[in-house]
Nanobody, 126 residues
Framework: QVQLAESGGGLVQAGGSLRLSCSAS????????MGWFRQAPGKERELVAA????????NYADSVKGRFTISRDNAKNTVYLQMNSLKPEDTAVYYC???????????????????WGQGTQVTVSS
């Protein structure tokens, strides 16, 4: 069974940085694209960033382009989200997600992901 575990969330001031990590287990990590989503109170869960299985392609939300960077270390079965220049509107629960299908494109659509972590809270104060 695929399991995803996020870490690295917390409270940070506007303009600060955080790095989220997601550790995966239960299947060969390197064959699957991975995604980070977020959900703020009262809002839909939305894609933040996604990365192709071999890091050869990316998908970013317009709101985070130039500030956030997704990366992965296939040897460590881990995907990262480096978040810089954080804004109060980045406050949300951040989720790591993975699809069932190997070698799929890094989709921005929630329905294309089948496995989810428990989420980690990121709070940005103004």
């Amino acid at each position: 069974q695929v399991q995803l575990a996020e870490s690295g969330g917390g409270l940070v001031q506007a303009g600060g940085s955080l790095r989220l990590s997601c550790s995966a287990s239960g299947r060969p990590f390197s064959s699957y694209s991975m995604g980070w989503f977020r959900q703020a109170p009262g809002k839909e869960r939305e894609l933040v960033a996604a990365i192709y299985w071999n890091s050869g392609g990316f998908n970013y939300a317009d709101s985070v382009k130039g500030r956030f960077t997704i990366s992965r270390d296939n040897a460590k079965n881990t995907v990262y989200l480096q978040m810089n220049s954080l804004k109060p509107e980045d406050t949300a629960v951040y989720y790591c997600a993975a699809p069932k299908r190997a070698y799929s494109l890094p989709s921005r659509f929630r329905a294309d992901y089948d496995y989810w972590g428990q989420g980690t809270q990121v709070t940005v104060s103004s």
